[in-house]
């Protein structure tokens, strides 16, 4: 009741500030144009670090459908030094998606004109969609989750029912602008910050343990496990924990069940790196085992194999949706009986699951530089 409220009063509002029951008109105006070319677009995504990199193939498609725009991106205060040297956007303005933010947001847009074309790509309504009729930009395209008549009459276009991957979802957002989104090329994801190469003499393989909820991390013990095989029976490689800084007790407790003798092959980077840094870490990894998470998004964009854990989420709206044969996924049932037997629900991906999907990817490599991860007796064959 309380969020319905807030729709109401946001529409009472724009119908008062724009003298107009709703901005469908802008329809029939987008429609009429004979060219449809916008000099200044404003583009939001202001969620998380996951939902940002799955905009970036179709913010990507955008700035290459309008080379000549002055294209701005409105991110959350979190990704800012993140995304400030990106080259698919001319300037970044953070918002933290509260109304009382709302007159500066509108402040920093103006600062460029006012904008041809707002698309909203992850936001939350329905202050996105308010400030964007309130920087008086003449198109409002969104990506809706769910139907509210109270938000689809203040849109020029938007996307509701679409059954498919998010990355794919946003792309069918802009398509009508003319965005080139059939090619194999159109769904990859983009890091905005520059990334160096480097060589190695060992492989490295990531754990991300943590996650936006409880329910989503894998057992700290089961990542333990996984962690002993590799140690055990290979003396190079190393494990790289990473994270945020809410993650650190998970690192905590990974680290007291994991015997003294392997510490000094963990590198312990939870709640040590920013966003660029964490994403040359993950650049360096061979493999990084995670839940649905930011991180696992950064692996898949710099193209590093994952091994993905699903129970609760959906693999096929938010897991891999590119280079299919460096990605392994993971899926749990998550059934009743299941919630009777286990403590945790993600406890039904079991650590011999993941152990046998590590071993699968690294036994070329690992047979190509005489490592050992359990398969100490083969030969490579001609």
């Not at 509701?160 to 990355?167: A, Q, T």
Request: aromatic share 10%; glycine share 4%.
């Amino acid at each position: 009741m309380k969020q319905y409220l807030k729709y109401k009063a946001v529409d009472l509002f724009l119908r008062i500030y724009t003298k107009s029951e709703n901005f469908e008109k802008s329809r029939d105006n987008f429609n009429e144009l004979e060219e449809k070319n916008f000099s200044y677009i404003v583009i939001y995504s202001t969620t998380a670090l996951g939902d940002f990199l799955m905009n970036t193939p179709a913010i990507h498609a955008i700035r290459n459908r309008f080379k000549n725009a002055f294209i701005t991106l409105i991110c959350h205060p979190k990704l800012e030094s993140f995304l400030k040297s990106g080259n698919d956007w001319d300037k970044v303005i953070t918002w933290s998606n509260k109304i009382h933010h709302v007159p500066a947001l509108l402040k920093k847009i103006r600062e460029s004109g006012k904008p041809d074309l707002a698309i909203i790509l992850h936001s939350h309504a329905p202050y996105d969609y308010l400030s964007a009729i309130m920087s008086g930009t003449k198109f409002i395209f969104r990506d809706n989750y769910f139907e509210n008549k109270l938000i689809e009459k203040w849109l020029t276009n938007y996307v509701e029912s679409f059954r498919g991957h998010l990355i794919q979802r946003k792309l069918e957002l802009v398509k009508i602008l003319g965005c080139e989104v059939a090619s194999k090329s159109s769904i990859e994801m983009r890091v905005p910050c520059h990334i160096n190469s480097i060589k190695k003499d060992h492989l490295s393989i990531g754990f991300q343990m943590g996650a936006s909820s409880s329910e989503r991390c894998w057992p700290v013990r089961n990542f333990f496990q996984v962690a002993s095989h590799i140690l055990n029976n290979d003396s190079t490689t190393k494990i790289v924990l990473v994270g945020s800084p809410d993650d650190i007790y998970l690192q905590q407790e990974f680290i007291k069940l994991l015997p003294s003798e392997f510490h000094c092959r963990v590198s312990q980077l939870i709640g040590k790196t920013t966003l660029v840094e964490l994403t040359q870490t993950i650049n360096e990894l061979d493999l990084l085992v995670t839940g649905d998470t930011g991180p696992m998004h950064i692996a898949i964009a710099l193209k590093v194999p994952t091994i993905s854990l699903f129970v609760t989420a959906n693999p096929f709206s938010t897991g891999p949706h590119q280079d299919p044969e460096i990605h392994r996924i993971i899926i749990g049932s998550s059934l009743a009986i299941n919630y009777k037997k286990h403590t945790h629900i993600m406890e039904i991906i079991s650590p011999d699951i993941v152990i046998s999907e590590v071993n699968n990817i690294f036994l070329g490599a690992v047979l190509d530089k005489s490592f050992d991860l359990g398969y100490p007796n083969e030969k490579k064959s001609d």
